[in-house]
């Protein structure tokens, strides 16, 4: 990974650190999936298209991978800074199977528990994002969707 990527991976771990049980390795804003998760999440749902709104999650979402948790935060940006209002989920890592895919500028994944519940996000990777992303999805364990 870059250096610059490695920065800002670390712009993202820091401020949420001190609100999560064990160490952070990875964080990333995103928001309800839109029209672009319609190929993914069909394919996971096993749907003819996108559908509604897949979880209760707010809308951005910011996420934090740890060794063995996933949280889950209400937050509001502040400039490249992040105020956390209050944790709104976590789930065990290995309670957890993650796809993802990238097209036209977005990062999609699709977060499936074993309880059924259903998580469709996305976040951008115009400008460097990918590379952001390919260090959240490898953090999350995921699995890439061609």
């Not at 839109?34 to 069909?42: D, T």
């Not at 559908?51 to 937050?75: C, H, M, Q, W």
């Amino acid at each position: 990974m870059s250096n610059k990527s490695e920065k800002q991976m670390a712009m993202m771990v820091e401020p949420v650190q001190p609100h999560c049980d064990e160490k952070i390795t990875a964080a990333i804003t995103c928001s309800h999936a839109g029209s672009m998760r319609s190929l993914l999440v069909s394919k996971i749902m096993g749907q003819g298209g996108g559908g509604g709104r897949t979880s209760d999650l707010p809308n951005p979402v910011f996420l934090a991978v740890g060794e063995k948790t996933i949280y889950a935060f209400k937050y509001v940006p502040r400039g490249f800074k992040f105020k956390f209002k209050q944790e709104v989920a976590r789930w065990q890592k290995d309670e957890l199977k993650v796809e993802y895919q990238y097209s036209g500028g977005m990062a999609t994944f699709v977060m499936s528990t074993t309880s059924g519940d259903i998580y469709a996000l996305e976040f951008p990777i115009v400008m460097g994002g990918k590379e952001l992303g390919n260090m959240f999805f490898d953090a999350l364990q995921a699995t890439e969707i061609s």
